[in-house]
C-alpha cells in the first residue's frame, strides 16, 4: 500500500478519508488547514476509504493532556475492507518514525478501559504495539503511551480530564470541528432537543486554549447528563432519544 501525506498544498484536491465529499469534508478540511503550521501530520491509504493516521505535537493537541516534547495521536483508523492487512502498523511506523526524527520522548493516545469503544484507539493493538497506560480517567478512557526516551516522564491527564464532570443539569455536549461527523449530527440532535423539549446545552470548542481546558478527556464530543460523563460516541437524533428515555 502506498501512502499520501495531506498538506497544506494538496488538501483542496484530496480526500480525507473520514469524509469523503460535502460540507462534512469542507468543515474537517478547514480545522485541519488551521493545524499545519502547528505541527499536524496527516497520512492516508492512496487506495480511498478509511485507512489513515492524523498526529500532532501534544503541545499544540486538542486534548486535556500533560504531554510535552511528545507526539499525540487524534485518530488511527482503518476499518472495513482495509483491515487485516497490516495497515494500522503501516501508518503508527510513521508516526513513530516522525516523533524520532524530530526528537520526541514519545507518543501518546486516548483509548477505552479494557475495550474498544467509538472513536477511540483499540488498546489491545497499542498493548501489543509496546504502549503502556500513562494515566487513567475516572470514565474509563485510558491515556496510552510509547516511550521513546527511557527516561522521558509518562503525559498525564489534567484534572479536568481526569475527573470529567460539569456542575449544569440536563445534557450538556462539548464538541469541536475536528471530527467531521459533528457537522452533520450535532445540529440534528440540538433540533431534536428542541423539537421534545430536553434541556440540552452546546458547547462548540473553536480553540486549543478552550480544548486543553475541557470537562474530559474526549474533546471532539464529550456529552454529560446531570454532571456527570455519558460518552464520547457522536449520537444520532435517534440514540440521543434513546438516552434521554424518549421513544419517538
Request: charged share 25%; net charge neutral; aromatic share 12%.
Amino acid at each position: 500500500m502506498n501512502y499520501i501525506r495531506i498538506t497544506q498544498e494538496n488538501i483542496d484536491g484530496e480526500h480525507i478519508c473520514c469524509a469523503m465529499s460535502g460540507k462534512q469534508s469542507l468543515a474537517k478540511k478547514a480545522w485541519l488547514k488551521e493545524r499545519f503550521d502547528e505541527g499536524l501530520v496527516f497520512y492516508r491509504s492512496e487506495e480511498r476509504g478509511k485507512c489513515f493516521i492524523e498526529f500532532i505535537p501534544a503541545e499544540n493537541a486538542w486534548v486535556p493532556i500533560k504531554a510535552e516534547g511528545y507526539l499525540y495521536i487524534n485518530c488511527l483508523w482503518v476499518s472495513g475492507s482495509m483491515k487485516g492487512h497490516g495497515y494500522s502498523n503501516d501508518l503508527l511506523n510513521e508516526c513513530i518514525r516522525e516523533a524520532r526524527a524530530q526528537g520526541r520522548k514519545g507518543i501518546c493516545i486516548l483509548s477505552a478501559e479494557g475495550r474498544k469503544r467509538e472513536f477511540l484507539a483499540d488498546p489491545k493493538f497499542l498493548t501489543y504495539k509496546g504502549f503502556q497506560v500513562a494515566d487513567i480517567s475516572d470514565c474509563g478512557i485510558n491515556l496510552m503511551y510509547l516511550p521513546l526516551d527511557a527516561s522521558a516522564a509518562p503525559p498525564e491527564f489534567r484534572a479536568c480530564a481526569r475527573h470529567p464532570a460539569v456542575s449544569e443539569s440536563g445534557f450538556v455536549l462539548y464538541y469541536t470541528d475536528q471530527c467531521p461527523f459533528t457537522f452533520y449530527w450535532v445540529p440534528r440532535v440540538q433540533e431534536t432537543a428542541r423539537a421534545h423539549q430536553i434541556p440540552l446545552r452546546v458547547i462548540h470548542i473553536t480553540d486549543r486554549e478552550t480544548a486543553q481546558s475541557a470537562p474530559a478527556p474526549v474533546t471532539t464530543y464529550a456529552l454529560f447528563r446531570d454532571g456527570k460523563f455519558l460518552t464520547q460516541s457522536i449520537q444520532s437524533d435517534k440514540k440521543f432519544l434513546a438516552l434521554a428515555g424518549i421513544r419517538d
